[in-house]
Structure formats: C-alpha cells, structure tokens
C-alpha cells in the first residue's frame, strides 16, 4: 500500500524558510506526478517525467518543489513564509489538471508562521 509521511514542518517567523520532506513507500515517486496540499488546497506538483513542474500562484517565487529518486523522497523548499501560508500540508500523486490527491492522506506536517 500507498505509504507517504511528510517532515520538515515547524514554528517560523515571518519571512523565514523551512524544507518539507515526503519519504514514499508503495510508490515509485519517478512514475508519478506528485505534489503539496495545504489542507484541501493544492500548493505545487512535479511531473513523473520531471520537466514540468506547477506551483498555485499564493507560493510561485517563493516555494520550490524537487525531487530525489535516490531516496524516493519528495521536497518543497518554502522561502519568504507568510502567515498564510500556516497549516498542515500533505505530499501525494497528483491528478494533474485537477490538481487533487489520488490516496487518503498520512499525518501530514504542520507548518506555522508567525508574524
């Protein structure tokens, strides 16, 4: 079965960073269109063939989503945090264009920003 558990959330002023990680088990995330969720919203999402990659317009220029087919992990890079950008996010296959989850989703992590 379909694993996914994210890390990388915490406290953060305003203005600061963090790096979220999605390490997959079930799942070859290299065979996937992958992405981030804020709650329900979609954030970012990274193509299977990885050339193309797709960011909700509240984080383009600020969050950088990537890929590590050596560890199987999924990562955003989230600079320039604002206070909306608070909550709980999630990692899973994306339905591309639709821009929803494919699996019931883990724990997630939780992301707070302070301002």
């Known amino acids: 079965q379909v694993h996914l558990v994210e890390s990388g959330g915490g406290l953060v002023q305003a203005g600061g960073s963090l790096r979220l990680s999605c390490a997959a088990t079930?799942?070859?995330?290299?065979?996937?269109?992958m992405g981030w969720f804020r709650q329900r919203e979609f954030v970012a999402a990274f193509s299977w063939s990885g050339n193309i990659i797709e960011y909700a317009e509240p984080v383009r220029g600020r969050f950088t989503i990537s890929r590590d087919d050596a560890k199987n992990t999924l990562y955003l890079q989230m600079n320039n945090l604002k206070p909306e950008d608070t909550g709980g996010y999630y990692c899973d296959a994306v339905r591309w264009g639709a821009w929803e989850g494919r699996h019931p989703w883990g724990q997630g992590t939780q992301v707070t920003v302070s301002s």
């Open positions: 079930g799942l070859i995330l290299s065979n996937a269109d």
